[in-house]
């Protein structure tokens, strides 16, 4: 069987922690798009972790880590990651590698500062991992893909191609050093000794597994709006974030995806520019950034302090109907707690106009929320294990988003711990 969890919003839902608790009864985690730009904090008996490129199942001793062909692959960074949990006393996880995953290269780092740097203000706040160059260059057909590592001829002339290439660019446009060949091909031997005990035709072991009826669980990045084409374009991320995406960047069928386990946040929040219409700013917006996450909500890959807004149940809505959510998981509810009363925008007036419907990039610039208020609970729910324990405006709240998603929420995350998490039968 195969699970997802996937993110409703800007990313930061919480899905590491939900993917983390799901693990427990999964045999094997995959990531499948992505790298390590964004990512996942978890909290589990080894400590605290900041995972970027490692699925969220290695903690455990029965899973099976794979790291996907859909995957932007930073190999010294994977490798950094493995080191560091081990490290901390975690046991030797158990880690494959798709043959077809394609490898972040250390001059996709050097383009996405240097286009930074070049379009000054005008930047898509890209957290410059490297990412969308790597994007760029594997659908323009000149990336290196981890089989081609063991390819000695095909590696050398590789090598030399792409140099030229890119040195053209480094050269003309960015006034920066050129690459060497020999160079690069030294670091390329570097990265294959470093992956090739990890190396296998995942697509294969995957389709066995599913076979054998293990349970599966693709382990998505970001959220629904940062998808490069169902997001808020163009400030969005390079691989799709949407689980239809799971069964390309795994190598699995689409149909063999059961489950959409949609993550959704009780109040939202944003890293880098972008649109955000129920943004809200001030002292509203710091004390809530100071209340949110665990310890507060800056960003897990650049310390960035994250962008704060209310639940917002158009982009929300849009995001589970985009994931094709079958069920939700609402996260730091718990965070809302402080709140007399708490806004939920409901709807976008354009142009005058009222939505309920997510419009594209330029309609949604000229979108202004239009609020319900619903009263708060003023109390700590942290620690409650059983829905109807909660507090009657608290539940209140979870099934007014509830309606709007128009999707079950069949778990409520009152804190971030792996236990504290609250299951509902609906
Ligand atoms: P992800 O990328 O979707 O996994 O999200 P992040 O890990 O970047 O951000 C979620 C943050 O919220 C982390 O610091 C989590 O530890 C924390 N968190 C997750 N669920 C809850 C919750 O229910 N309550 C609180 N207070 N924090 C949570």
Request: proline content about 5%; some cysteine.
């Amino acid at each position: 069987m195969v699970r997802a969890v996937v993110g409703a919003n800007w990313g930061d839902e919480g899905k590491g922690k939900i993917t983390d608790m799901l693990g427990q009864s999964s045999d094997i985690i995959v990531r499948f798009q992505g790298g390590s730009n964004a990512g996942h904090t978890i909290i589990n008996n080894y400590g605290k972790f900041a995972l970027h490129l490692l699925p969220s199942g290695v903690f455990y001793g029965h899973t099976t880590s794979i790291i996907g062909n859909g995957v932007a692959l930073n190999i010294p960074y994977l490798f950094r990651e493995i080191q560091e949990i081990v490290k901390k006393g975690v046991p030797e996880p158990k880690i494959l590698v798709s043959n077809r995953a394609q490898i972040l290269m250390p001059y996709h780092i050097l383009f996405d500062q240097y286009e930074e740097e070049r379009l000054g203000g005008k930047s898509f706040g890209s957290t410059k991992s490297g990412i969308a160059p790597f994007y760029s260059d594997k659908y323009a057909k000149i990336g290196f893909q981890v089989s081609e590592l063991f390819d000695d001829a095909l590696l050398e002339e590789k090598t030399v191609r792409i140099c030229e290439q890119k040195n053209v660019i480094l050269k003309y446009l960015y006034h920066k050093p050129e690459l060497d060949p020999k160079e690069l091909l030294a670091t390329l031997h570097e990265y294959r000794d470093m992956v090739a005990p990890y190396v296998c035709d995942t697509a294969a072991f995957l389709q066995e597994a599913i076979h054998e009826g293990k349970t599966i669980l693709l382990e998505g990045q970001l959220g629904a709006l940062k998808d490069p084409d169902f997001g808020i374009y163009p400030m969005v991320t390079s691989s799709s974030t949407l689980a239809a995406y799971g069964a390309i960047g795994a190598g699995i069928p689409p149909y063999e995806i059961k489950d959409i386990i949609t993550v959704v946040k009780a109040y939202s929040s944003a890293v880098g520019a972008g649109e955000f219409v129920s943004e809200i700013f001030g002292e509203e917006a710091d004390e809530l950034r100071r209340r949110g996450g665990d310890g507060g909500e800056f960003g897990a890959t650049t310390g960035r302090p994250r962008r704060m807004g209310w639940f917002d149940a158009v982009a929300s809505r849009y995001g589970c109907r985009m994931q094709g959510a079958t069920e939700v998981a609402l996260t730091v509810l718990d965070v809302l707690g402080y709140l007399e009363e708490i806004p939920v925008c409901v709807g976008y007036e354009i142009d005058g106009k009222v939505t309920k419907e997510f419009p594209t990039t330029a309609a949604l610039a000229k979108a202004k929320p239009v609020y319900e208020k619903l009263p708060g609970w003023k109390c700590d729910i942290r620690g409650i294990q059983t829905y109807e324990e909660l507090p009657e405006n608290c539940r209140r709240y979870v099934e007014f988003i509830e309606k709007e998603l128009n999707v079950p929420i069949t778990m409520v995350s009152n804190g971030p711990g792996r236990e504290e998490i609250i299951r509902r039968n609906v």
